[in-house]
């Protein structure tokens, strides 16, 4: 007899809020404020220590960490403190910001790959191609059209992040229109959140933190956790598009309003606002 598969993409929003997680981030300078307070949101908290003579120090007391490869000059520290978090069994998430776009960031993320075991790799669709070995298109941080997960290409993406996802040993969360996430058995695809999400720097920065959150909340299904963050995103990006179109706001108040609505989103919200197809 097959074994059940069983999703529950409500309940680490819940533990998250109930654990409270400390979150080891080594991240950019441009989003670590965002980051910091889109932990501090769910109910969790961050800590940005970044320096080498203290970072495997910190992750020791910590309970995930979060290496977010903007801060490519601290490549260094992501391995020192990864290679820790490793040996502690701790959740370890990589952001691969622009990561095939340049010599020092094809090295750096080879280095990350070979030297640490990232239970969650967090990137958008160039990101996320290049790290598969397939052409990938970006230039700067952000996707290039070229390379985004749609309806028509959905079947190549999914199998592209199942197979990236088996060779890693990760979860993978491919993000953009459509979140594509998957274990290298479970898939799933998000249809949440809103183009303005990409209006603002660190909408990735800050998922990418938010999966360390609820991956420390709940280690036991890392898979789970990666969802359930991905699609609490979603929602609350949809709960600030609202206001932003009610109140003829633009992206400056859409980003605060975003983490205001993580610091209020319910289960209940996340329930009846989750869209998604499994596969
Ligand atoms: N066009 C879009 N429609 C809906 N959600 C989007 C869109 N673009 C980005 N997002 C959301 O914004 C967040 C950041 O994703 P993405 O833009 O891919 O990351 P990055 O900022 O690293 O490039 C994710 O939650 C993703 O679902
Ligand atoms: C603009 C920029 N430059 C280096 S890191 C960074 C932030 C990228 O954040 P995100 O990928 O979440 O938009
Ligand atoms: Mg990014």
Same mark, same amino acid.
């Given at each position: 007899?097959?074994?059940?598969?069983?999703?529950?993409?409500?309940?680490?929003? /819940?533990?998250?809020?109930?654990?409270? #997680?400390?979150?080891?981030?080594?991240?950019?300078?441009?989003?670590?404020?965002?980051?910091?307070?889109?932990?501090?949101?769910?109910?969790?908290? #961050?800590?940005?220590?970044?320096?080498?003579?203290?970072?495997?120090?910190?992750?020791?007391? %910590?309970?995930?960490?979060?290496?977010?490869?903007?801060?490519?000059?601290?490549?260094?520290?992501?391995?020192?403190?990864?290679?820790?978090?490793?040996?502690?069994?701790?959740?370890?998430?990589?952001?691969?910001?622009?990561? @095939?776009?340049?010599?020092?960031?094809?090295?750096?993320?080879?280095?990350?790959?070979?030297?640490? /075991?990232?239970?969650?790799?967090? @990137?958008?669709?160039?990101?996320?191609?290049?790290?598969?070995?397939?052409?990938?298109?970006?230039?700067?941080?952000?996707?290039?059209?070229?390379?985004?997960?749609?309806?028509?290409?959905?079947?190549?993406?999914?199998?592209?992040?199942?197979?990236? %996802?088996?060779?890693?040993?990760?979860?993978?969360?491919?993000?953009?229109?459509?979140?594509?996430?998957?274990?290298?058995?479970?898939?799933?695809?998000? /249809?949440?959140?809103?183009?303005?999400?990409?209006?603002?720097?660190?909408?990735?920065?800050?998922?990418?933190?938010?999966?360390?959150?609820?991956?420390?909340?709940?280690?036991?299904?890392?898979?789970? %956790?990666?969802?359930?963050?991905?699609?609490?995103?979603?929602?609350?990006?949809?709960?600030?598009?609202?206001?932003?179109?009610?109140?003829?706001?633009?992206?400056?108040?859409?980003?605060?309003?975003?983490?205001?609505?993580?610091?209020?989103?319910?289960?209940?919200?996340?329930?009846?606002?989750?869209?998604?197809?499994?596969?």
């Amino acid at each position: 007899m097959e074994a059940t598969i069983m999703y529950d993409f409500i309940t680490p929003l /819940h533990c998250v809020r109930q654990n409270q #997680p400390l979150i080891q981030c080594i991240t950019n300078f441009v989003t670590v404020n965002d980051c910091a307070n889109i932990i501090l949101a769910t109910g969790g908290s #961050p800590s940005m220590s970044q320096d080498i003579r203290e970072v495997e120090e910190s992750v020791s007391g %910590a309970d995930a960490l979060v290496c977010n490869l903007g801060a490519i000059d601290f490549t260094a520290s992501m391995v020192a403190a990864g290679k820790k978090a490793n040996q502690l069994k701790k959740p370890v998430i990589l952001d691969p910001v622009a990561a @095939g776009t340049t010599q020092l960031r094809r090295e750096a993320s080879r280095t990350l790959l070979e030297q640490v /075991h990232f239970s969650v790799i967090r @990137g958008n669709a160039s990101e996320i191609r290049f790290l598969s070995g397939q052409q990938s298109s970006g230039s700067g941080v952000d996707v290039s059209p070229k390379d985004a997960a749609t309806i028509d290409n959905l079947p190549d993406v999914l199998e592209m992040t199942r197979s990236l %996802a088996r060779k890693a040993g990760s979860v993978i969360v491919l993000s953009g229109a459509l979140d594509v996430i998957s274990d290298g058995t479970r898939s799933v695809v998000l /249809h949440n959140g809103c183009p303005t999400m990409a209006r603002i720097t660190g909408s990735g920065c800050m998922l990418t933190a938010l999966i360390g959150a609820f991956c420390a909340a709940t280690p036991e299904d890392l898979f789970c %956790a990666a969802v359930s963050a991905t699609a609490a995103m979603g929602v609350c990006g949809e709960l600030a598009e609202k206001r932003r179109l009610t109140n003829q706001t633009g992206n400056a108040t859409f980003r605060t309003d975003l983490i205001d609505a993580m610091f209020n989103l319910t289960e209940i919200q996340l329930r009846e606002g989750i869209h998604y197809e499994l596969f």
